[in-house]
Structure formats: C-alpha cells, structure tokens
DNA sequence: AACACGTGGTT
DNA sequence: TAACCAAGTGT
C-alpha cells in the first residue's frame, strides 16, 4: 500500500470506530429532508413507503402533497382509497399506496413502536420495519437496503449475495453489531448514516473514496477496485411487449379507463389499451378491445407510437384518435371502470405519455 | 427462490 | 444507448 500504515484487518476493523465515524460523518452531511426535519411515525411511515425503490428527489414533491392533504395518519385513514391512489399516481409501484392505506386502516390509532411489530402491517417488510421502529420510535433496530447492502460489503470486502438466504443473515448481522456498537449515537441515526453514506459516498459506478470516513478500515479502497463490490446479481432480460391505445376526446372529456387492482398499473386511468402478440394488427386488435367494453369504433389517425419501459417489460404501444364511437361503455377487465373524464387525476405516466403522443 | 411490480436518473 | 439501479414487499 502506498499509504504505509498499518491497517486493521477489515473484518475485524471495531465496530464501535466504524459507527463513531459514521455518527461523525452524518452530523455534518446530513441532507435536510423533511421526514428528518419532524420524524413523526406517520411522516417516517409515508416517507419509507414511498421511498421503497424510489430515489429521495422524486419522492419529494409526493411527500409534501401528501402531508399537506393528510397531515395525519387518522386523516389518512379516513380517506378513500381511490383519492390516496390518485395521489400517488406517477410514483410507480402502486401497490405500495393500496398498502399504505391499508396499514393506516390498521393503524390509525397510531402505529406500533417496535420493528417486530410494524413488520405485521401491510406494506412494511424487513427493511421498512426496521426504519420506522428506529427513525421514529428510537428502537436499536437493524435494517439493510441497497445502500447498506453495498456499503457493508465493500467494507468488509465480502462477497454476499443479498438475496441468499446466507447473505442477508450476513448483512442483518453485520448492520446488528453496528446498532449495538453505536455508543451515544441514535439508533435512527446510525441507520440514516449508513443509507446516506450508502447513497452519497459509497455509491454504485464511482465510490468516492477520497471523502468517505470509513475509507481507513474499507476492505474495498485497499483492494484498489472498490467497485468490484457488490458482486453483481444476474437480471431477467427486459421483454419487449407491444399494444395499441386509443384517444378518443370530447367536449364531456376523455374515455379513460380504470384498470383493475392488482395488476400492472392497477387502479389507475389510462385510454383504452390492449396488449397484442409480435405480429398482431394494432388497429383491428384496438377495435376489438373496444367492442370488449360495448363501443363500437372507427379509428382515425395514427400518432407516433409510445415506448414505455417498466421494470420487466419495455412496451412499444401503438396510438390512435377515435374518430367515431358508438354505445355505451360496459366495465369489463382489464377495467372494472370506463368514463369520459375532463382532468388528468389518477393518470399514470404512460397514461399521460399516450395522450401526449 | 424467483418473479411481478413504475418511473426516472446515470453512465 | 442499453444497462443498471434506487430508503423493497408480496406472492
């Protein structure tokens, strides 16, 4: 090394120094972010919620509408779960807002302060329990995310595959021996360090090594190639699907439809929209779909098709104008609502991406 | 265990 | 640009 120092063995390296560093390093780079500013249990509950695979700017917006229509976790129980979802829409991953307002139904007298119990609630795993049971309630609860996955093992410079059953006993512990070594620290604290390091310092492509408190006792930095770590998990290739959507747009609104829960983009409006095979006929499969709702079509013109990439999918959607519609729509999946609707509410992206086509 | 589940930013 | 991946959970 060029460095010269001795250096304790990085798996050994105390517990105790790595969160005084930690604790350390948080107080002065703390990003100020509104759920820290007053971390209730009902602020750090929606904040988590929604920041479940989710990166904090794009959370923030949400969160300030949220908080602001709902100021409490009784206030948002008492809401329908069509306005919570409308709400959400844009953040993605709508399941999460169906599990919110079911774990504030479940709640709504206040949620329980332990990770054991938050971890019973809909929509709180491992991970989420562990936030909130430490962030807003002070328990010595451990908890792992992406960021704390790839910070730990970098710093001990173990290879552990989070979704094996070893790897995440390896990983809990480890963040475990922190929360227990963590003196004076906050038990919140000392998780937020590690996900802020995590998302700030020891980030994925180009760890910044040179700023990083723990660089000292990195197993990673003394390799030379930090960002070895974490060893990367084979993904399912990404299928192209496609479909065709149809605008159809009057004075009383646009044809939306409501698609059915638990699906993809459950419980959001979208124009009327099929899934059709490699080589199927956009325009007659469009047509059939309306039928399948009792509207009989004529389409006009064709705009220039949408692709939108979902996780797993990559959708190449064919649009058209309505040009004539016939009947009355009759609800039947994937909807189990169709309306003509003069606002945008409760739209997803692609949603808005086919209107704008 | 493996896959479904949105969207947007970064490289 | 295609690939990666972000404060994961439910099934």
Sequence with gaps: MTCGKNRTDPIEADPAAIADALGTWYAANARALPWRADPTPYRVLLSELM???????????????????????ADLAAADEVEVLEEWAGLGYYSRARNLH???RAAARGLPPTAAELALLPGIGPYTAGAIASIAFGEAAALVDGNVERLLSRLDGRDLDPRSKEGKRALW???GELQRSRGALRPGDLNQALMEMGATVCVPRKPRCHTCPLAGP????????????PTPT??????????AAGVFETAAGRLLGRRVAGGLLGGLWEPIRVEI???TEPGPALVAGFAALGLTVRLGTRRPDVVHVFTHRRLTCAVFEVAQLVGEPVPAPPYEEVAFRGDLRGLSTLARKILEA
């Excluded at 084979?234 to 479909?243: H, N, Q």
Aim: glycine letters at 6%; aromatic letters at 10%; charged letters at 25%.
């Design 51 to 73: 920041l479940q695979q989710t990166r904090v700017e794009t959370v923030l917006p949400y969160f300030a509408r949220f908080v602001r229509r709902w100021p409490t976790l």
């Design 102 to 104: 079911r774990c504030a």
């Design 173 to 175: 512990a480890r963040a």
């Design 218 to 229: 990195c197993a990673a930095r003394a390799s030379g190639t930090p960002e070895r770590w």
């Design 234 to 243: 084979r993904k399912a290739p990404v299928a192209a699907i496609r479909g």
């Design 277 to 279: 095979g490699e080589l």
